[in-house]
């Protein structure tokens, strides 16, 4: 139960790390250039 529980946790935090680096990718392209 407990590694179960342990290794949902890990999932989402690397679901969440990869959304990030997502978010950031679309920060840079809609932020103009000069």
Known sequence: MSEE???EE???VEA???NEEVI???VTEEI???
């Open 5 to 7: 529980v342990v290794a």
């Open 24 to 26: 950031a990718e679309v």
């Open 16 to 18: 969440v790390e990869a």
């Open 32 to 34: 103009p250039e000069g």
């Open 10 to 12: 890990v999932e989402v």
